[in-house]
């Protein structure tokens, strides 16, 4: 069932990663949902409009209503009359450390979700399977925390300066020593915010006459850089290889639009795995076009360094290549670091180049001091460096929590999607009542999870988003699973038909670009 | 206890189309709105097959019975 790609063996591993196709029944039900919530949308608005219900959401002023509608866009319709209605699964305050358990402030709404208001109760140890803890270092005592608290008291908690200026400490030059380490590249730099690492170094890397081939579902802050940097975008579907190599033929033929001239650099941008998909990218295929085309690779492994590979080096180790086919290998400390930032690590002197023109070092203020620690901390626990193999342990127990929280999950019969590795596991949900559903059922049951609806998400397919993390023990996920039996059975969420669709590895035509195969 | 596991079974069918037609995410009045609407369609649909679902089933037997037995009917005419 699951399809073993031997490309040329280019592959040491299985790569199973399948996406069942959504059942007929429940795609028409879905839309069903919707049409009644935008009648009764349009009904609510008209009501709005017409004085008949007091209009709690922003509208323009009595001066502006000739000016430009603000409002109006498909957007802000679903935003008034659709997320309101569900707005409590969201947005929910928490009162304790994110680690495996969370402690969540309890709130209700007497007017539909338009306000709310606190009961003063604190609900304590719900099992938190929304937090990227990946490998459970999101503590507030240990190691990493005590480093942090010496490393505060010495050298403050404020910068108040930027890298190039005067904020560039010696814990920032040993952190990047130790993150060059780590990656296996030759050097690296750190920066404050991982979303600003993307969005601030893409366009220092490629400008106007170079091109950029995109993944489908690429994180904002990928397309934020790429956007930022005026080079010409292009976009292949999702982790699928032969529409890359289609645009890389095409890029390398024809050239730029109207000049014809060569294409100065060709940059790929992936992620290592996405986070709401949970697919993991093909990254050998990736590598081989990339030689054979001799174009850039710009692997951003936010979710997946500290997560994948056997001593959580990330998804290069995961498939055994060398880390120097990588040209620019980006991440971020936020998730199995349980700091923040993110980085970027290559050959020196690209680095060196990054140092001296990137944006976030000229103008962002660099990494706080006890967060560099945490990260040198966790960093260290992680290689064993530190002498205990309390590292190796996380990143196994690790790799074995998501081996058996998927197998468990697909048993039941819920609609999974992903590769088997990832840690990141979304459960399809599609109608929208169930969205609003599923994630205060969890709730009463003691159970946190993030619930993804329309705009991170295409319109049906909306998901509940369970991360898994190291932190948390077989009994916590027996507990977690037995509940999700229960609201499944509740809900009716269980609509696999146990028809794995099959990758198909056959060759690329005009006429077909699903990989799926009725 | 049959009748407790049937009512049980009922509102668990109740709580589907709540949540199926998304009015498990509506204010009472809505949920007043669309179940009366609903409600009245689906009379208005049940009246009318009432009034004119027997009418034409006995007109279509009458038809194919026409297009039949036709030779039936004449032969009684004759002999008449």
Redesign the interface.
Known sequence: INHIVHNGGLYKRPFNEAFEETPMLVAV?TY???G??TL?GYLRDFMRQWKIEKCQNATEREEQKDFVPLYQDFENFYNRNLYM??RDSWNRPICSVPGAKVDMMERVSHD?NWTFTYTGRVIKDIINMGSYNYLGFAQNAGTCQEAADKVLSQYGAGVCSTRQEMGNLDKHEELEKLVARFLGVESAMAYGMGFATNSMNIPALVGKGCLILSDELNHASLVLGARLSGATIRIFKHNNMQSLEKLLKDAIVHGQPRTRRPWKKILILVEGIYSMEGSIVRLPEVIALKKKYKSYLYLDEAHSIGALGPSGRGVVEYFGLSPEDVDVMMGTFTKSFGAAGGYIGGKKELIDYLRTSSHSAVYATSLSPPVVEQIITSMKCIMGEDGTTVGKARVQQLAENTRYFRRRLKEMGFIIYGNEDSPVVPLMLY????I??FGREMLKRNIGVVVVGFPATPIVESRARFCLSAAHTKEMLDTALKEINEVGD???LKYSRHRLVPLLDRPFDETTYEETED | MDVKSMKNYLY?LY??F??????????PW?KLL?YTFNIAMLVTVLYAAYIFVPGHISMAFQFFFHLFGNQHENTVSIVK
Do not use: D, H, N
């Not at chain 1, 109608?431 to 169930?434: I, R, T």
């Open positions: 039900l069903v949902g919707y009644v919530l009764f209605r569900i539909y109608m929208p009542a169930k609003g559903a509740l809900l009716q | 668990w709580c589907q709540e949540l199926i037609t998304c009015s498990y995410l509506m204010e809505e669309f």
